[in-house]
Every structure is written in C-alpha cells, then in structure tokens.
C-alpha cells in the first residue's frame, strides 16, 4: 500500500543521508532511513499543528517550527511529546514571542537557534535554554524591501 503524504515543507538530511521530512498536511514528522522504501512517523499529536521548520542535532533531537501554535519544539524521535523550548505566548512583537516561524538552522557549537518569523517579518537569535530571543535582521512586525527590512523571511544557511 503506497504512502501519501500532504505538503511536504521541509527535509533534514543527516550525515547517513537519512532524512526527516516535516509535513504540514497530516501534522506530522517523517523519517526515511537512505535507502529505505516506507517512511516511519517519529513525532505527531497533538503539539504540531503544522511543522513548517525542521532541524536535527547529532543526537537525533529535532528541533521543529509549529507555524500556527508560535513555538519551537525540542522533540526525541519516537517520544509522545516535545517540549516547547521558544515562543509559545502566543504571536507578538515581544522578545519571548514568535509569529509564523517557518525555517530554523541550529548553531550546535553555541546551542543558538536561529528562527524565521515569516508572518512578522524577522529573524531571531533564540539560545537554547533562553526564555527571550533577540531580533537580528528584520523589524518585527514591519514589512519591506528597503536595506532595514524583511519581507516573509524563511530560511537561512550560515557559513561558519
């Protein structure tokens, strides 16, 4: 029986070229091991609404951008539930709030997220453990094309 999937918005691929695919459609994270021909579920429920972001340290943690509940989540493959690690007071201009994040790179030297608020026009440096990030590019809540703003920013590679 074949495997449908509905919007796929993000792929992670790890070293191994395994990848984990978030899917806004059905809600949830999918992981394909290089080579397999079935994907495997490894988070779901009730917490993702609509993953858009997904990244994942050496360890198997994966780091995902809930687009409509205005977090990020720290989630172990295959556990019930993440933890919401940044944003999660609803959408707001405010340092402890995100709006639409969609893309996220995490800086794992640091522990330093990097989180695109697409609906808020900006990108957020969130450390890992921080109740508040800190705006460096953008001004949230202020789209445009001039050399100060963003418009609908998602995504980002860092060259380090």
Known sequence: MPTYYQCLVAVYANANLNLYIAETGN????????GA??????????QLSMPFGI???ANGI??????????ILKWSPFAPNGSIIAGGNGSG???NQLTGPVGIYLDETNN?????????HSVMKWTIGATVGI???GSPGKSGSNATLLQNPTDITLDQ
Do not use: E
Not at 37 to 46: F, K
Not at 62 to 71: E, H, L, S, V
Not at 112 to 120: A, H, T
């Open 27 to 34: 809600s949830r994270i999918q992981f394909w091991s290089h």
């Open 37 to 46: 021909s079935v994907g495997l579920t490894i988070a779901n429920g009730s």
């Open 55 to 57: 990244w994942v340290d």
């Open 62 to 71: 994966m780091y995902i951008t809930d687009y409509p509940n205005n977090y």
């Open 93 to 95: 201009n405010s340092a």
């Open 112 to 120: 330093i997220l990097y989180v695109f608020n697409y609906d808020n």
């Open 135 to 137: 705006v460096i590019a």
